[in-house]
C-alpha cells in the first residue's frame, strides 16, 4: 500500500501507455484517501542501510499522525528518525528488525516523550512494507492510560480501605454468598476469609432474626428503600452470640443506585450485589441489657419504697394518734393527783406536820417530772417525722429569741460570737437544738454569774457551731451518757430533769446528716459542737 504512494507517479506515466491501468490509479487514489482521512496515525519508514538503524527516513505520513503526535510531520520527509523524533532510539532496533525479517509486530504499548509533544502513550503495531520499508500505525491513549492509572490508583485505595477499615465490611452475592470480606469482618465472626467464602449469611445469622433481615432484603430488591440498618446477631465459629450494627445497600451494574435508575438503559439496571458494613456492638448490647435490668429492679424497688412509704405514713399516722392519745390518758390523771394533794393540803394545812408537807410538795414535783417525760417522749418520738419547712435563717437573730425565751438570771453573761451565717435551713429545728443546748448549760451551771460563749466555723460544705460554758464539766466517763434517753447526772431531787433533751438534740442533728460532739473536763466547763449542712 504504501509501495504504491511511491510509486505513484511512474503509473501514472505507464497508464497514458495502457488505459487498463487508468482502474488501478484509481484504485490508488481511493486507497490514499482512505489513509488520508482514517483516525489512525500512519508513518512511513525507509531504513536506507539495513545495517545501520540510524538510517531511517520519513517517507510519508497522513494526516492523524501529525494531529496525534502533535508534530507537523509533512515538513520532516526525508529526514532521519532521531531528527523528527530525538528520544525514539530505544525503538529503532524493533523496526529494523521488522524491516529485515518481513514479519509484523503484534500490537504493543509505547510511552514517548520530548520537548516537541510531551510525553504521551500510544497503541503501536508495526508492519513490513516492500524496499526495506515499515509501517507504524498508532493511536494516542494517553487519556484512556491515565483513566486506567487512576482507576487502578481508586481501586488500591479502596482495597487498603476495604482491608483496614475498623468495621467488617462485606460484598454479597442475591443468594446470600459471602463474596468478598475484609479482615475485619471475620475478626468478627471468628472464620477466616477462606472459610467464610464458602458460606452464606445465612448460616452464621442467629434463626430468631432470619426472618426480619430476608424481609428487609426484599424490600431491597424490590425498589422500596434504598438500604436498611438493623441489629443482628451472628453465631460466631464457636457457637457464642456476636452482637453487630449491619447496614445493607444494593450495588447496581449501572453504577450507583442513583445513576442507574437515571440513566435511560433499564439493562444496566440488574442489581449486582449487597455491600454490607458490620460494626460489633456486643459491649453496648451488654450494658443496654444491662441497663434495662437495671430499670426493671428499680422499678421494682420503686413499687416497693413506694408501699414502704405508704405503710410507714400509716404507721407514723398511727403513732401520731397513738402519741396524742397516750399524751392525753397520763396526763389527765397526773393533773388529778396534783390537783387533790394541792386540797388535801388546803384541808388540813393547820393539822398536817411540815414533813407531810414536804411529802405533798415532793409529790407534786414527782407529777410535774412524770408531765415533763410524756412531753420529752412526744417530741422525742415526732423528730424526723413531722416537715419542716426551708426559711432563710439569721443565725444571730434566732440566737437572741432563743435567749429571750429562756430568760437566763439578769447576772448570766451569754456572747454570741460575730459571723453568724445567714441561710436557707429548717428553722424550727435548728431553733430547737440551740434551746437545748443553751438551756442546759444555763440549768447545770453551778453559779449565778455562769458565762456562755457560742461560736461557728465555716467547713464549706457545713457549718461547725459551738455552745460552750464554764459550768462544773462532766467527767470522761460520763460524757457519753448524756446523749441517751433518760440520762441524768444529778439526782432528780436536787435537779429536775428528765434525761431526753441532749438525746432530743443527737437526733435533730443526725437526721439532718450532722453530728455532735461533747469536749469537757471536770470543774473546766464543757463545749458541745454540732455540725449543720449548709
Known amino acids: 500500500m504504501v509501495q504504491d504512494f511511491k510509486f505513484a507517479t511512474n503509473q501514472e506515466e505507464n497508464s497514458k501507455m495502457n488505459p487498463q491501468l487508468d482502474v488501478q490509479k484509481i484504485q490508488l487514489e481511493f486507497q490514499a484517501d482512505i489513509i488520508k482521512n482514517m483516525q489512525f496515525g500512519l508513518i512511513v519508514w525507509h531504513l536506507k ?13 497522513n494526516r492523524a499522525a501529525s494531529q496525534l503526535t502533535g508534530v507537523s510531520l509533512e515538513n520532516y520527509v526525508g529526514k532521519r528518525m532521531s531528527e523528527c523524533f530525538s528520544t525514539i532510539a530505544e525503538n529503532r532496533e524493533r523496526y529494523a528488525e521488522v524491516a529485515r525479517s518481513g514479519c509484523q509486530t503484534d500490537q504493543h ?17 508495526v508492519f513490513p512494507l516492500p524496499n526495506q520499508c ?7 491513549i494517553t487519556e484512556r492510560k491515565q483513566a486506567e492509572e487512576a482507576l487502578r490508583e481508586s481501586d488500591e485505595r479502596f482495597r487498603a480501605t476495604f482491608e483496614q477499615a475498623a468495621v467488617g465490611i462485606a460484598h454479597v452475592g442475591l443468594d446470600g454468598r459471602w463474596l468478598r470480606v475484609n479482615q475485619k469482618l471475620c475478626e468478627i465472626v471468628g472464620y477466616s476469609p477462606e472459610e467464610l467464602i464458602k458460606l452464606k449469611f445465612q448460616d452464621i445469622t442467629h434463626p430468631d432474626d432470619l426472618e426480619t433481615d430476608l424481609n428487609y432484603i426484599r424490600q431491597l430488591l424490590t425498589g422500596e428503600i434504598e438500604h436498611f440498618s438493623l441489629e443482628k446477631r451472628y453465631i460466631h465459629k464457636s457457637g457464642s452470640i456476636v452482637w453487630i450494627n449491619l447496614t445493607v445497600s444494593l450495588a447496581y ?13 433499564t439493562k444496566n439496571c440488574e442489581p449486582k450485589y449487597f455491600i454490607s458494613v458490620i460494626e460489633e456492638i456486643n459491649d453496648r448490647k451488654e450494658a443496654e441489657i444491662f441497663l434495662e435490668q437495671r430499670a426493671d429492679e428499680l422499678t421494682r424497688v420503686n413499687t416497693i419504697l413506694a408501699q414502704t412509704t ?3 405514713k400509716k404507721r407514723n399516722d398511727e403513732l401520731d394518734q397513738f402519741a396524742y392519745v397516750a399524751s392525753h390518758d397520763l396526763k389527765a390523771p397526773l393533773r388529778a393527783i396534783a390537783s387533790l394533794s394541792e386540797w388535801m393540803e388546803e384541808d388540813l394545812a393547820d393539822k398536817l ?20 417525760l410524756i412531753n420529752g417522749l412526744l417530741e422525742y418520738s415526732r423528730v424526723g417525722r413531722i416537715h419542716s ?85 462532766i467527767a470522761p466517763e ?13 439526782a432528780r431531787d436536787q435537779k429536775e430533769g428528765t434525761g431526753v433533751g441532749l438525746a432530743i438534740v443527737k437526733k435533730i442533728i443526725e437526721t439532718e446528716g450532722g453530728r455532735i460532739s461533747l469536749d469537757s473536763q471536770v470543774g473546766a466547763g464543757s463545749t458541745f459542737r454540732f455540725t449543720w449542712s449548709k
Open 353 to 372: 406536820p411540815e414533813e407531810n408537807q414536804q411529802q405533798m410538795r415532793l409529790l407534786r414535783g414527782r407529777v410535774r417530772r412524770m408531765e415533763a
Open 253 to 265: 451494574e449501572g453504577g450507583t443506585r442513583q445513576e442507574c435508575f437515571q440513566s435511560s438503559i
Open 134 to 140: 515499515i509501517g507504524v500505525v498508532f493511536d494516542n
Open 389 to 473: 419547712p426551708l426559711l432563710m435563717v439569721n443565725v444571730t437573730t434566732l440566737v437572741k429569741e432563743v435567749i429571750d425565751t429562756l430568760a437566763p438570771p439578769p447576772t448570766f453573761t451569754i456572747e454570741v460570737e460575730p459571723g453568724m451565717p445567714t441561710f436557707v435551713t429548717k428553722r424550727l429545728l435548728l431553733q430547737q437544738v440551740f434551746s437545748n443546748l443553751i438551756g442546759n448549760a444555763i440549768n447545770h451551771h453551778t453559779c449565778s454569774n455562769g458565762h456562755i460563749k457560742i461560736s461557728v466555723q465555716d467547713r464549706e460544705k457545713y457549718y461547725e457551731f459551738a455552745v460552750s460554758d464554764d459550768g462544773p464539766g
Open 478 to 490: 460520763y460524757q457519753n451518757k448524756v446523749f441517751v434517753m433518760f440520762q441524768t447526772l444529778e
Open 109 to 125: 504499548e509505547v510511552y514517548y516523550g520530548d520537548e516537541l509533544m510531551g510525553g504521551k502513550f500510544f497503541s503501536v503495531k
Open 49 to 61: 542501510d539495513p545495517k545501520d538503524i540510524t538510517s531511517f527516513q520519513l517517507v510519508t505520513n
Open 310 to 312: 405508704t405503710m410507714l
